[in-house]
C-alpha cells in the first residue's frame, strides 16, 4: 500500500473509530493457512500450533493476520514485521510506537467470525459472539449480570434471550477489555441498559468512569453473530466505520453510521434531569 494511501487511512481515524471483522468459513482452509500463516510472529506460531481442532487454529490465524493487516494500513510496517507486548493488566498493545501515531487496538474472535477495533489517541475494546443456545443461559447470566441486566433479561420473551444475553455479553466484555482490566473486573458490578436510545455504562466499582467520554456500540455484523465496542476518551469521535475483509479475495465492504458525541450525550442528560427535578 502506497504512503499516500496509509495518510489517508490514518487521517480518517482522528475523527472516526474503524472496525475491521472477516468470516474465517469464506476461504478455504488451506489457502488461509498458505495466505496469512507467514503473517504470524515466532511466539504466534508457537500458539496457533498448540490448537488440537483445525478450526480454532484457524480461527487463531485468521483473527491474527486480519490485526496485521489491519494495523498496515494505517502505518508504513509490513504486516508480518508488527511486534506486540503487554500493557497494564496485560493488554496487548504496539511493542513500540517511538515517532509513531498514538494507534490503539483491540482483538476478538470466535467461531465463524474474527474482528479488532483501531483507533487514535483512546483506549478501545471489542468483543464478538456467535450467538447460540445456552443450557444454562440464566445461570451463567447470574454470575456476570448485574441486578438490573438480570431484570431486563428475564422481562424477554425465551425465544429473545439469547440475542438479548449476547448484547448485553459483548457490551459487558467490550468495556472491560478497554479498560484493560479483562475478566478481574467486577461484572455484576457493571450495567448496561439496553433500554435506553443511548447506550451508557454504570460501573459502581469505578464511579469516576460514569463521568468519562465513552462510546459504545452494538452491532450485527451478521444474523449469526453479535458484536460490541467501547472506546475512551471518543470526544473527537464523529463516525463509527465497520469493514468487512473478503480473506479470499482482500475485497473490503464498509458501512458507517455518525455517532453522537459523548459531550452531547452529557448535555442531554443534564438538561433532562433539571427538567425532571423542576417537575419535582
Not at 486480519?66 to 507486548?85: D, G, K, N, Q, V
Not at 470526544?235 to 459523548?262: F, N, W
Amino acid at each position: 500500500m502506497s504512503k499516500q494511501r496509509q495518510d489517508a487511512w490514518l487521517t480518517t481515524l482522528q475523527h472516526e473509530l474503524h472496525v475491521w471483522f472477516a468470516r474465517p468459513g469464506l476461504i478455504p482452509a488451506g489457502q488461509l493457512a498458505q495466505q496469512y500463516h507467514r503473517l504470524l510472529d515466532p511466539s504466534e506460531q508457537q500458539r496457533y500450533k498448540r490448537f488440537y481442532f483445525e478450526p480454532d487454529r484457524l480461527n487463531f490465524l485468521a483473527a491474527h493476520a486480519l490485526l496485521r493487516l489491519t494495523l498496515s494500513r494505517y502505518m508504513p510496517c509490513p504486516p508480518e514485521l508488527w511486534r506486540f507486548a503487554a500493557g497494564v493488566h496485560g493488554k496487548p498493545e504496539l511493542d513500540s510506537n517511538a515517532g509513531l501515531p498514538s494507534l490503539h487496538f483491540n482483538l476478538s474472535h470466535t467461531k465463524g467470525m474474527v474482528a479488532c477495533v483501531v483507533a487514535l489517541d483512546c483506549a478501545c475494546g471489542i468483543d464478538v459472539e456467535a450467538i447460540r443456545p445456552m443450557r444454562d443461559l440464566r445461570g451463567v447470566a447470574g454470575t456476570v449480570f448485574s441486578p438490573r441486566e438480570l431484570s431486563y433479561l428475564d422481562a424477554q420473551p425465551a425465544a429473545s434471550q439469547p440475542d438479548t444475553f449476547f448484547s448485553l455479553w459483548t457490551l459487558k466484555e467490550a468495556y472491560i477489555k478497554a479498560t484493560g482490566l479483562g475478566m478481574s473486573a467486577p461484572l455484576r458490578h457493571i450495567t448496561f441498559d439496553l433500554q435506553q436510545s443511548r447506550l451508557e455504562v454504570h460501573d459502581e466499582s469505578n464511579p469516576a468512569q460514569q463521568s468519562g467520554a465513552w462510546l459504545f456500540d452494538c452491532h450485527k455484523p451478521a444474523a449469526t453473530h453479535r458484536l460490541a465496542l467501547a472506546a475512551q476518551p471518543a470526544h473527537h469521535m464523529q463516525r463509527i466505520v465497520y469493514h468487512e475483509l473478503d480473506l479470499a479475495s482482500g475485497g473490503i465492504t464498509s458501512t458507517g453510521r455518525a455517532c453522537e458525541k459523548p459531550a452531547e450525550q452529557s448535555m442531554q442528560m443534564a438538561q433532562t434531569s433539571s427538567s425532571r427535578s423542576g417537575k419535582s
